[in-house]
């Protein structure tokens, strides 16, 4: 006889959320502008719109800001209540390094949300997340030459590659054995230049699980270029 489990939701209120922006890349195509996480929006800086969101979507967060690029000026104008840690190697990086300097400051949390620094998103995002699984943002908005996703019939998502629909928003939450996968993988050496959903991909032949979540109202831009930067400006 089979037994029936209720599954458990985990309420936001109940858990400690580790927020880490990775924001250390120069942009080659935005580089004249300077560090994109202080990108001018409507007279706001992009990484305040980003935290503004965050806090008040999140009520128990900690925020981990890794800069690289133009790092004295981000760090000197990003909010002084998170956590800031300079990838001093940048140049000779990619994103997956920066997100395992943040992911060493989290004190073994159990709940990580990854947040780059370089996309505009809007409320919906972070209402529509179920903390108690792994899963992935999806949304049309992106770039057309973003990376994809290959979603099966459940919903979770099956690989990751350019050149697909349904575009990843570049925002990743992770728990439980996904999450554990993800240190694992990431606290390796030879993984310092690779992109984060060549990560993804791996945990998923490893046996993870990631749920893509999809809805009309969920808003995410990444900024890349000075058209980019013009659209911004009417995005949300």
């Known amino acids: 006889m089979k ?8 309420k936001i209120e109940d858990i400690i959320i580790y927020v880490i922006i990775p924001s250390a890349g120069f942009g080659r195509r935005m580089k004249s502008y300077g560090c994109k996480s202080l990108l001018n929006i409507k007279n706001e800086k992009l990484i305040d719109i980003q935290i503004n969101l965050i806090n008040k979507n999140l009520p128990n967060n900690e925020i981990i800001l890794i800069t690289g690029f133009d790092t004295e000026r981000l760090m000197n104008n990003s909010p002084n209540n998170i956590i800031k840690i ?10 997956v390094r920066s997100i395992d ?10 709940h990580i949300l990854i947040v780059f620094g ?7 995002v972070l209402e529509n997340i179920n903390f108690s699984e792994s899963s992935i943002i999806i949304s ?3 770039s057309d030459n973003e990376v994809g996703c290959n979603i099966n019939e459940k919903g979770y998502l099956e690989y990751m590659m350019f050149d697909l629909p349904n575009k990843w928003g570049h925002i990743v939450y992770l728990t439980a054995k996904e999450l554990l996968l993800f240190k694992k993988l990431t606290w390796n050496k030879q993984s310092d230049k690779k992109f984060c959903f060549e990560i993804i991909n791996e ?3 490893q046996g993870g699980k990631f749920k893509c979540l999809v809805n009309k109202n969920i808003k995410i831009m990444d900024i890349d270029t000075s058209k980019d930067l013009q659209k911004a400006q009417e995005f949300i």
């Open 118 to 124: 370089d996309i505009l998103f809007n409320e919906f």
């Open 101 to 110: 300097i943040g992911l060493r400051a989290t004190k073994d949390n159990d």
């Open 3 to 10: 037994k029936h489990i209720k599954k458990i939701h985990t």
């Open 203 to 205: 945990i998923i032949n």
């Open 86 to 95: 300079e990838n001093e190697k940048y140049y000779e990086n990619n994103v």
């Open 140 to 142: 049309n908005h992106m």
